[in-house]
């Protein structure tokens, strides 16, 4: 085989491999969204975080604005005190509320910003008032089943 | 200090392990210039002996003397530097089957040298018109016949002009012609590059006639060595069986066996 | 009777046993020699893209067509299952994954070692039988640094690409029969895959993943060939060893790197 046959292929197979490599990391990764930004953190209390894990989305009007960066229990307030890294180019009000939701069925958990109307923002470190805990599915079907109960009991 | 003898093996044993010893007690001298002839029967330690030399393995007992430098001293940079001034001919060429003959010839230069590739060119088209096949130098090891590649291989191991050739069985399954042509060139190349060359061999008649000098091995103990006129007229039975290629001698005919009657149930 | 046999078993055994071991030191002191005296290669680069070509250049038809394959049949394994859930928008997100994390790193290792390993075990093997190695040595020339240490560089440089390779061509596969085939839609494929799939934690674990199987597989193939026999079955032993020690490796070493890497999530 001449050399320089064999350097034309050995340089198309080296383009194609880090082809696929630069690939896999833009369109099948998420290197191209939230990668070195600047962040600030925010804490939030809930009494039950549901599933919720780190590294989970932050989203507000259901686009990605941070993530969550660590989930520890409370022993004093018994609350779940979960810490999140948020872009620095969106700031929120001091009256936003965090909520745990679902992203569809089967989807994992993230931390849903909603409302706020004061006109000061929540400074780097500040804990959110308003949270709603994630939902959780037994205590939804208890609930259910009571209150049918006492439907059925009250007739 | 540089003496008449290129090579100088004194009292030299060689053994694996304790229960199989190839070589003992070998005494050898290979005076510069000449052609000299190690032969026995196969397994006689001949090759054992010829990579000895090459410094392949140190030897069990004794010394091995390469232009006065003794080899069980040399460390691995010592031991390449003396392989560089050596060629060795191996039984079937083992040429690189993925080079070309041009870049088989030319690979030690290009390895240890820093020659230009106009000067490596010039170089193998010597060595290989040396060896009769200068005109096949663009050609693939697959595509030479045993001869053909055997003189490629001889054209690499002369390369840098070594002062010691070695060839291991340089004879073995060759045509006639091929023959008489390898005959010719060991000769021929170890008096014009002015080197010394050692054959080892079990093809009598052919080297009987080129070498200056012959030692016989049998089970890995010098039996006899001489001239070749020596050795044609000598009356050691060892030797004549060898010699003259008789069937049944000292080294008996029949492998060791019961006695035939009994084999057969006779008795 | 009975309790004889047993005994020289359990000798036999103690016997393979301790020879293995000493096998694999010789393995491990043959792996040194070859980063020590890879020195040369890297001076001499043009050696290092030889076997480029022979390892990564004549595995790419073969790596892209199981990678094609095997993206396919995980687009259509995965739409039966998430359909029962109605969860299949997150068709890309399970292909992308399974590709990325596993499948992509060890299949194209099995194949890498089926194909390169076993052929640079022939390779080895065949020069050693037919006294090149031994000619290389005779002239000066350390084969480890020669023969050996540029395959090593290259089969280690062309496994992660491989393994690229073969996740970039099952994400189009499973792209194929998913989308384009049976209809999920477009957007919420790519879409739930860029958000499920992240870069340090899963693309370069997948690296990682394939360059510790290129390391393990070269080596193997390497030592095997080198280490070979000089005989006809020698050499064919060896690289049936090859292949089969290989594999153990990658699916072996897969476990450790998976429970290690993948321990939070």
Same mark, same amino acid.
């Given at each position: 085989m001449e050399r320089s046959t064999i350097d034309l292929w050995v340089g198309l197979f080296m383009v194609a491999g880090l082809g696929a490599l630069t690939i896999l990391a833009l369109k099948v990764g998420n290197m191209g969204s939230v990668g070195s930004n600047e962040t600030y953190q925010l804490s939030a209390e809930f009494t039950n975080i549901g599933g919720l894990k780190p590294r989970a989305a932050v989203k507000s009007s259901g686009v990605v604005v941070g993530r969550v960066s660590g989930i520890i229990f409370d022993?004093?307030?018994f609350v779940a005190r979960v810490s999140m890294n948020i872009d620095s180019r969106y700031k929120f009000p001091q009256d936003t509320s965090a909520s745990i939701l679902?992203?569809? !069925? !089967?989807g994992e958990q993230y931390v849903g910003f909603e409302g706020g109307a004061e006109d000061k923002p929540l400074t780097p470190g500040a804990t959110l008032k308003l949270t709603q805990s994630a939902v959780v599915l037994e205590k939804l079907i208890s609930q259910f089943m009571y209150s049918k109960a006492d439907g059925s009991a009250g007739k | 200090m540089a003496t008449d003898n290129l090579v100088e093996i004194s009292g030299v044993g060689y053994a694996y392990d304790k229960r199989r010893t190839i070589l003992s007690d070998i005494d050898m001298k290979i005076p510069r210039g000449k052609v000299v002839a190690i032969m026995g029967i196969s397994g006689s330690g001949k090759t054992t002996l010829l990579r000895l030399i090459a410094g392949w393995f140190k030897p069990t007992r004794g010394d091995i003397r390469v232009d006065g430098v =003794? @080899?069980? &001293? =040399?460390?691995r940079d010592g031991l390449y530097s003396m392989r560089r001034r050596m060629g060795m001919l191996f039984q079937f060429g083992? *040429?690189? @089957?993925? *080079?070309?003959v041009y870049d088989n010839v030319a690979f030690q230069m290009r390895e240890h040298t820093d020659l230009s590739e106009s000067m490596i060119h010039d170089i193998v088209m010597m060595k290989l018109h040396a060896v009769g096949?200068?005109?096949? #130098? #663009? *050609?693939?090891? $697959? &595509? =030479? $016949?045993g001869g053909m590649s055997r003189r490629v291989a001889l054209a690499r191991a002369i390369a840098l002009d070594p002062m010691l050739m070695m060839y291991d069985e340089p004879f073995t399954g060759l045509d006639p012609i091929a023959l008489g042509v390898i005959r010719k060139l060991v000769r021929r190349l170890n008096d014009t590059l002015g080197s010394t060359s050692i054959i080892v061999t079990h093809d009598v008649q052919e080297a009987l006639d080129i070498v200056d000098y012959v030692y016989y091995l049998s089970e890995g103990v010098m039996v006899a060595h001489g001239t070749p006129e020596e050795m044609r007229a000598s009356t050691d039975p060892l030797v004549r069986q060898f010699v003259w290629g008789e069937a049944d001698g000292p080294v008996a005919y029949q492998y060791p066996s019961r006695k035939f009657n009994e084999e057969l149930e006779l008795v | 009777m009975f309790n004889r046999g047993a005994i020289i078993n359990i000798r036999g055994l103690g016997h393979r046993t301790i020879d293995s071991v000493m096998r694999f030191g010789y393995a491990s002191r043959f792996f040194a020699l070859t980063l020590l005296n890879s020195g040369a290669c890297f001076r001499r680069p043009h050696l290092i893209v030889r076997e480029l070509y022979y390892t990564g250049v004549q595995s790419m038809i073969i790596i892209l067509v199981s990678g094609l394959f095997v993206g396919m049949v995980l687009g259509f394994q995965g739409y039966q299952t998430l359909n029962t859930y109605g969860s299949e928008s997150a068709l890309g997100v399970l292909v992308a994954l399974s590709l990325v994390r596993e499948l992509g790193p060890v299949v194209s290792g099995l194949l890498f070692a089926s194909r390169a390993g076993s052929a640079m075990t022939a390779e080895i093997g065949l020069m050693k039988t037919t006294e090149q190695l031994s000619a290389m040595e005779m002239m000066a020339v350390d084969p480890i640094a020669r023969v050996v240490a540029p395959r090593f560089w290259a089969g280690v440089v062309s496994m992660p690409l491989l393994a690229a390779i073969f996740s970039a061509m099952g994400v189009y596969g499973g792209y194929l029969i998913?989308?384009?085939?049976?209809?999920?839609?477009d957007g919420s494929f790519w879409s739930q895959m860029q958000s499920a799939v992240d870069f340090r934690e899963d693309i370069v674990n997948g690296v990682i993943k394939s360059v510790v199987f290129g390391v393990a597989v070269t080596w193997i193939a390497l030592f095997e060939g080198y280490d070979s026999p000089p005989t006809a079955e020698g050499v064919s032993g060896a690289t049936t060893r090859t292949v089969v020690t290989s594999s153990l490796a990658i699916l072996g070493l897969d476990f450790v790197l998976t429970a290690f890497m993948f321990r939070g999530i």
């Open positions: 022993n004093e307030k679902t992203a569809g !069925l !089967l | =003794l @080899t069980r &001293e =040399l460390d083992a *040429l690189f @089957t993925d *080079l070309s096949l200068r005109g096949a #130098h #663009h *050609l693939m090891p $697959s &595509e =030479l $016949s | 998913g989308v384009v085939l049976i209809g999920v839609d």
